[in-house]
């Protein structure tokens, strides 16, 4: 089956340009240099139709921008990213424009991603209108449709977005993303900020919109509990670069990466009482002084002295699964 | 029995507001012994984090801790004054908060902040005063302590700042800590460190701790016994096993199955309809009659918080005893 969406070596660069006085200092001969974070480092995915893929990581390993790289908010440095075949790497092309619709997302803060002095009904109602989608029905009765979808009343049309709790708003956020009809959505650690028991009811939302609408996800966040429930396969990011990709129940039953391993370990969960905690060590290295080699060497317990000087490529090592580390190379 | 460490009975706190009065803490009574970890586990505006600003005496107008008794160590800390209450917190009461900033100064360096705070309580010299700043430094597994003393908070990754937040609240070895969702904003790597650290100093020194959370889980692995609040009030309490395994009170059956965990993967979760009431316009009687699966009449009336079983306490009219 061909994929929905392919990205090949996508890469991202953020450089901090040096500005005049740098500049200055550098022409008198000092040492200034300009900063340059890889936070996107490489990284080939593809997603099929109607399948959730989980992004997991911590803060800073590139999630996010991958996200949005994806969604076309942000350009990538290098690399090609292609929907239903179609090289959309570049959003101004009239492949980028069609492709914008088509992929949407929904953001983590459901108080910051809502503009607090429009009405709901132009929040959810301006774009479909924009792009001709309304097909003969008044932008009221499109919005309330929406509404309807994400389960929340259709009388609240005219409210703005103070008038509702966090787990509404984010219901909001779903609407707005669904009503231009989009294929793909990217949620971008979308049940973070919500508390326990509205969070399940979004995530069984997600559950219930994938099955009616035929969608496919790419869900990205921290929690791997939420991403274990939700997904059909895992990836795992570890500053910038993918370390294991694999389908969620072999990656939960028997990680392959050391970094996994750890991170599965450290996970609370309400079956493990009284534990004792047997943290990993050191810290998220700086991704503008990333560790040579493979990221994960300074923490790793099995590093050896190659995994200090060579990047390990993620190699296939199950039908379906594919892992970055040495380790599995036979010696 | 001994004499508990803490033991909170009847406390209410409630603000006073424009639009009327809103009961953040009504009727909250618990105690713990020392070297004691107990959960207080809830949503967003449950009143868990006010529970423990009000152990603190740290409740600002508009709100006011109108009624109850916090007796530590036998002593009701709401009839002291002031004066008498500073010398309580910090020295015998800690608290680690949510956003280690709010802990620091930035613009002064740790060592400054650390002895100042060993200075208010004791008269020591400021060379005994700083080599016990770093051996608290340490204690929390910060490594080189003596350089990073002399560092300033924005210096410090958010996982190191936690820690030094929890090793200023070490300093003057308090009896009891209160940690209000310390490791909510840290990774998760960050926080099996920060668990492990905080586990091994309450064994080792027998410090009581209160861990203020929403997450389930986290409470499951550290502590002994637990509180469910809800809408201001202790809704269920007993042992983590108990608790976790056969919930009594709808409220926490709701919560403990909206968790995803690993065994229901892909199936819709079992969520609770609606969404928390204001504080201001809470149902009649039982506040989660509006949201209860099993919610009747009698509901209408204020159940009491009474003696399920042994060591377990329910507010509920209809606890749910066949859960299977």
């Known amino acids: 089956m061909s994929s929905l969406l392919e990205t090949r070596e996508l890469s991202k660069r953020f450089v901090k340009h040096l500005d005049f006085a740098a500049k200055l200092a550098r022409k008198l001969g000092a040492n200034v240099q300009e900063e340059v974070v890889q936070a996107v480092d490489q990284v080939n995915l593809d997603i099929r139709q109607g399948e959730v893929v989980g992004l997991v990581g911590e803060s800073g390993c590139g999630k996010s921008t991958f996200g949005r790289m994806v969604t076309g908010i942000l350009p990538p440095s290098a690399g090609t990213i292609h929907y239903n075949g179609k090289d959309i790497s570049n959003a101004a092309s009239p492949e980028g424009h069609a492709a914008a619709l088509k992929i949407q997302m929904i953001f983590q803060d459901p108080f910051a991603s809502l503009n607090p002095r429009m009405r709901v009904r132009d929040i959810i109602g301006e774009a479909p209108r924009i792009h001709g989608l309304l097909e ?3 932008q009221d009765e499109y919005v309330a449709n929406m509404l309807e979808k994400v389960g929340l009343d259709a009388s609240y049309s005219g409210r703005y977005p103070h008038q509702f709790s966090g787990g509404q708003r984010q219901r909001l956020g779903v609407a707005r993303a669904l009503a231009v009809q989009p294929e793909f959505l990217v949620c971008d650690e979308a049940v973070a900020a919500l508390d326990v028991s509205i969070q399940a009811q979004v995530l069984n939302l997600f559950m219930d919109l994938r099955e009616q609408l ?18 059909n396969r895992v990836l795992i990011m570890y500053l910038g670069r993918v370390v294991e990709s694999a389908p969620t129940e072999d990656m939960f039953h028997s990680p392959n990466h050391p970094y996994t391993q750890a991170l599965l370990n450290e996970v609370p969960r309400l079956d493990l009482r009284k534990r004792q905690y047997t943290p990993v060590a050191g810290e998220i290295p700086s991704p503008l002084n990333p560790p040579t080699g493979c990221h994960f060497h300074p923490r790793c317990p099995h590093a050896t002295s190659k995994c200090h000087t060579e990047i390990p490529q993620l190699k296939g090592i199950a039908p379906d699964r594919q892992s970055a580390c040495f380790l599995n190379e036979t010696p | 029995m001994p004499q508990p460490t803490l033991d909170v009975r009847n406390l209410q706190t409630h603000f006073f507001t424009r639009d009327g009065v809103a009961k953040a803490v009504e009727d909250v009574s618990f105690s713990l012994g020392s070297g004691e970890v107990l959960g207080l586990v809830g949503e967003s ?7 423990g600003f009000s152990i603190l005496g740290l409740v600002d107008p508009p709100g006011e801790v109108v009624g109850g008794e916090i007796l530590f160590k036998g002593r009701n800390l709401l009839k002291l004054s002031e004066e008498e209450m500073r010398n309580v917190r910090g020295n015998h009461l800690a608290m680690v ?19 100042e705070a060993i200075q208010a309580h004791q008269k020591v010299g400021t060379d005994v005063a700083r080599e016990r700043a770093r051996d608290a430094l340490g204690k929390v597994g910060i490594a080189s302590p003596d350089e990073r003393l002399r560092a300033y908070p924005h210096q ?10 929890i090793a200023i609240a070490l300093l003057n070895q308090p009896e009891l800590i209160i940690a209000d969702e310390p490791t909510t904003a840290l990774d998760v790597t960050i926080q099996g460190q920060i668990l492990h650290e905080v586990q091994r100093l309450c064994r080792e020194t ?26 201001g009030r202790i809704v269920e309490t007993g042992s983590v096993d108990e608790v976790l395994d056969r ?3 709808p409220y926490s059956k709701g919560l403990i199955e909206s968790v995803p965990s690993h065994n229901q993967r892909g199936r819709r979760l079992n969520q609770i309809p609606g969404m928390t009431p204001s504080l201001l316009s809470l149902p009649e009687g039982c506040a989660f009659r509006t949201r209860c699966p099993i919610a009747d009449v009698e509901c209408r009336r204020l159940p009491s918080l009474h003696e399920a079983e042994t060591e377990r306490r329910i507010f509920c009219h209809h606890p749910q005893r066949e859960t299977a």
Not at chain 2, 156 to 162: I, N, P, V, Y
């Open chain 1, 136 to 138: 003969g029905q008044s």
């Open chain 1, 214 to 231: 035929n969608l496919t996800y790419l869900f990205i966040s921290h929690d791997l509990s939420v991403v274990e429930h939700i997904s």
């Open chain 2, 45 to 51: 505006g449950s009143g868990k984090t006010v529970t």
């Open chain 2, 97 to 115: 908060f949510q956003d280690p900033m709010m802990t620091l100064n930035p613009v002064l360096r740790i060592d400054t902040q650390m002895i």
């Open chain 2, 156 to 165: 410090f990754s958010g996982g190191m700042r936690q820690r030094v937040a």
């Open chain 2, 206 to 231: 027998g410090t009581a701790l209160i861990w203020i959370t929403h997450d389930l889980a986290v409470v499951a692995g550290l502590a002994e016994r637990i509180c469910v609040m809800y809408a």
């Open chain 2, 247 to 249: 919930p009594l009170h």
